[in-house]
């Protein structure tokens, strides 16, 4: 996990990556754990911001009872933490009013 987030911190120029985790938040802190458990692991604050720089775009996913995929989250990854634009909700797919900053061009009202 952490030659993971040092490939994807160091500008490998995009990946995919799954995490079995519960929602978006879950698979930062999922994956920050696992790297963690390195013996040679900096600080977690050097961990975050990595994770910061490497990873942009969280799409959580989820089985239906008739074992179908569905999108549950997407979320952007910022210095703040994981921020989400758009859930699941009510058998729908809806913003969360936040505007990630890959959506440059992008018509507000798509966020809103």
């Known amino acids: ?57 969280i799409v959580h996913l989820w089985r239906t009872s008739e074992g179908e995929v569905r999108v549950a989250e997407i979320a952007e990854m910022t210095s703040m933490g994981v921020q989400p634009v758009f859930k699941a909700e009510g058998g729908r797919f809806a913003p969360t009013g936040h505007v990630p900053s890959w959506a440059e061009g992008a018509p507000p009202s798509t966020f809103r």
Do not use: K, N, Q
């Open 1 to 57: 996990a952490l030659d993971l987030v040092g490939a994807l911190a160091g500008g490998c120029g995009g990946g995919v990556v799954a995490v079995p985790a519960g929602s978006t938040r879950d698979a930062i802190a999922r994956l920050t754990a696992m790297a963690r458990l390195a013996p040679e692991a900096p600080a977690a604050e050097v961990l975050a911001d990595e994770l910061g720089r490497g990873v942009h775009v």
